[in-house]
């Protein structure tokens, strides 16, 4: 229970911050802000390192840390989603995209709540789509 209260409102909020990303109610350099400031409190880095990093290396610090693991790659999932979908150039979207879809898949079938699980998917199904 303590887990799925923390992911929802670790959802409710980036879902908040993405609303505003996409309302193009922020600037790029808030967005930026305010990433950091997402990841900071619920990862414990700021988003710029963590996206400064292979993908591959994040997941390992996660999985390091053994604490909520699918929950982190969720919102890791989320950030690079955000970053790519707003992203100036193809390469960049691309990059960040592909960030996406290997934290996204990396918490499905985690035994996430199937309110999350559905989430998940509904994202990996969305960065397939947008990268193909």
């Known amino acids: 229970m303590m887990q799925r209260d923390y992911i929802m409102r670790m959802i409710e909020q980036i879902g908040v911050l ?10 790029r ?13 619920w990862i414990g880095l700021p988003s710029s390192i963590l ?11 996660f999985e390091e840390s053994d604490r909520m693991v699918a929950g982190k790659c969720y919102l890791m999932g989320e950030v690079c989603r955000a970053k790519g979908l707003t992203a100036n150039g193809a390469e960049e979207r691309r990059e ?23 989430q998940v ?4 199904d969305e960065m397939r789509y947008e990268l193909s």
């Open 121 to 124: 998917e509904d994202r990996l």
């Open 51 to 61: 996206l400064s990093l292979p993908a591959a290396e994040v997941y390992r610090l």
């Open 29 to 41: 350099e808030r967005t930026d802000l305010e990433l950091d400031a997402v990841t900071a409190e």
């Open 18 to 27: 993405i609303g505003h990303i996409f309302d193009k109610n922020i600037t």
């Open 96 to 118: 960040f995209l592909e960030k996406a879809l290997f934290f996204f898949d990396r918490c499905s079938g985690t035994g996430l709540d199937p309110e999350v699980q559905a």
